[in-house]
């Protein structure tokens, strides 16, 4: 039979599978033939692995399979698989295997899904359009000529052009929120320490959390279920209290939603801001009740945040100087400090230099107290403020991304501007909080993420939630340009 | 806060990155306009505000006291730039 892999859940890969509609390899080969036909175009895949991906199909096929078994997922290039190619989206990681998987690609092996390739995204996870890939942009599947966000965005547009259909992503400060939302696909950012960051390439350590896209809040929750739990490897990770459920209520009655007015005041796009309003008017009717609260920090988050994410960047990016792996400069006569120099300023980026400038700035001496003390500071005020606004509401509603979808090369020159799309994301990395964006319509043809976002380890509240206003909005995942002819 | 050429220069060798005439330039600019956006937290009233290093509060993860193997020496010098006698190999010290 011919599988239609664009709009195909990971359920829906299953239910084929487990009628033995397909086989493990009829599955694999869908995707790969889609991947073949279109990437091109979009550029979502830095690699694919077919040969590797059809081998463990067969194996599947051969010995047998259940749950996700025989899946495919797409994976961001920042997490280290053993032996494959890993570069973070960075030319001085060209070439570069890692000796080791990532927890949580050790979680997707033994669940018997089925890596696919590693997506391309903002070099070392830095920007929020995938413009600053060092192996060119991604683009939208909506509209070619738009960003899919990021620093995901080849993660979040490999799920929306029927790639695959679930991907790992990470977000140090939205970017798995914000390119979901501007891709029209869900995805969700867990509790800090909820998936090991073993094996992820470290860019702010105190904020980075791996995450799932999908097609479905569903397949979101699934996708969880494998990922998160206590690795002995990340001295961070912790065991979740409870286990993730995958959610199938279609009510919101006694759910209370905040709706942090400060926050939103800063500045909204008018047709997401209208479909922000649609999807709450949704929520009442499915009995939820809306409460405006105060978090008058948050405004400041955005500061805090570009702040604290330098400053740790900065330490975490010494490490590659030419010297145990990757890229290497060196000229007759260089001593070992003109080595690193030639090395990093080759292998790095524009915004990646930028980044390191900056936290290096910030963390030298006499500068340390008035901009890292303060953005510290100011990080406690932001999660009081949110222990607060959790006393009296159960999730807080904001738009994922205060945009839909730019034009690529619109904000690549302006940093600040690329920096403001993170407005209603950071403040959540920076209080480690878990987050989920899913789409909530369409503003002038372009997708609109709707962001929730719930106290540490409430991630089963937010599926829940997100569950039955995803069933009341009805949105179809499928990009419009495929709609029609297929 | 306006970002010299020079603060430039002395950040740069500290983040050991050579920068083109043409970066220092525009990294000075740039920086510049950042530092000018995030001048906004200094209307916070933070006396007596303890920072926040880590989101959540957990202390002393310790593993077990059990030794095991770690990576093989070729292994790891397989994904080295340059090698030589079992040793990352690297240019003078000076």
Redesign the interface.
């Given at each position: 039979m011919t599988i239609e892999t664009l709009g195909l859940t990971a359920e829906g890969c299953v239910a084929l599978l487990d009628a033995r509609e397909v086989s493990c390899r009829e599955l694999i080969e869908a995707y790969l033939e889609r991947i073949e036909a279109h990437d091109g175009e979009l550029h979502c895949f830095l690699h694919t692995r077919a040969e590797l991906a059809l081998a463990e199909a067969d194996r599947l096929d051969r010995d047998g399979r259940s749950g996700l078994a025989g899946v495919p997922i797409a994976l961001k290039d920042i997490l280290c698989v053993r032996g494959e190619e890993t570069t973070a989206g960075s030319r001085i990681l060209e070439g570069?295997?890692p000796?080791y998987d990532a927890g949580a690609v050790t979680n997707v092996k033994n669940a018997g899904l089925i890596p696919i390739g590693k997506t391309n995204m903002d070099e070392f996870a830095m920007g929020s359009s995938t413009e600053h890939s060092g192996f060119g942009p991604t683009h939208n599947p909506w509209d070619p000529e738009l960003v899919p966000g990021g620093s995901s965005g080849g993660s979040a547009a490999a799920v929306a052009a029927g790639f695959a259909p679930l991907a790992l992503g990470t977000d140090t400060g939205g970017s798995i929120r914000q390119p979901a939302a501007l891709c029209g696909v869900v995805g969700m950012k867990p509790t800090?320490?909820a998936v090991s960051r073993h094996g992820l390439i470290a860019f702010g350590s105190?904020l980075d959390q791996i995450g799932p896209f999908a097609l479905s809040v569903r397949d979101a929750a699934l996708a969880m279920q494998v990922i998160t739990g206590l690795d002995?490897c990340d001295?961070?990770s912790?065991a979740l209290p409870e286990p993730i459920d995958v959610p199938s209520n279609e009510d919101l009655r006694g759910v209370t939603i905040g709706l942090p007015t400060d926050l939103l005041a800063q500045g909204v796009e008018a047709g997401v801001r209208e479909s922000f309003d649609a999807t709450l008017q949704q929520a009442r009717d499915l009995g939820a009740e809306v409460r405006e609260i105060a978090l008058p920090?948050a405004v400041?988050a955005?500061?805090?945040y570009?702040?604290i994410n330098p400053a740790e960047a900065?330490a975490n990016l010494?490490r590659f100087?030419?010297?145990?792996?990757?890229?290497?400069l060196?000229e007759a006569g260089?001593?070992?400090?003109?080595?690193?120099?030639?090395t990093?300023?080759h292998g790095?980026g524009a915004e990646v230099?930028?980044r390191?400038?900056?936290g290096?700035?910030v963390l030298?001496a006499g500068y340390y107290d008035a901009?890292y003390?303060?953005?510290?500071?100011?990080?406690?005020?932001i999660?009081r403020e949110f222990d607060q606004a959790f006393a009296d509401v159960d999730v807080i509603a904001t738009p994922a991304s205060p945009t839909v979808a730019f034009p690529i090369g619109d904000r690549i020159d302006d940093?600040?501007a690329m920096?403001a799309c993170d407005l209603f994301t950071v403040p959540v990395n920076?209080?480690?909080?878990p987050g989920i964006s899913l789409p909530s319509g369409l503003s002038e043809g372009l997708p609109v993420g709707f962001q929730l976002i719930g106290p540490?380890f409430s991630e089963n509240r937010l599926l829940a939630a997100a569950h039955a206003l995803e069933s009341a909005i009805g949105f179809d995942p499928v990009p419009l340009a495929y709609r029609v002819g297929g | 806060m306006a970002i010299s050429s020079d603060d430039v220069l002395h950040v740069a060798a500290l983040a050991n990155l050579s920068l083109s005439e043409e970066e220092v330039a525009r990294m000075s600019e740039q920086l510049s306009g950042i530092l000018g956006h995030v001048e906004a937290l200094q209307s916070l009233d933070l006396e007596d505000v303890p920072p926040t290093a880590h989101a959540l509060d957990i202390e002393n993860v310790t593993r077990a006291d059990a030794p095991r193997p770690s990576w093989p020496r070729d292994e790891v010098l397989d994904g080295a730039p340059a090698a030589r006698d079992g040793l990352f190999r690297v240019p003078p010290t000076s």
């Open positions: 570069h295997r000796l800090y320490g105190s002995p001295a961070t912790v920090t400041h955005l500061p805090a570009y702040l900065s010494a100087d030419g010297v145990r792996y990757g890229l290497r060196e260089d001593t070992v400090t003109d080595m690193y120099g030639r990093r300023s790095f230099k930028r390191i400038m900056l290096t700035y030298s901009y003390g303060t953005a510290q500071r100011a990080r406690t005020l999660r940093p600040w920096y920076l209080a480690g909080l540490a | -």
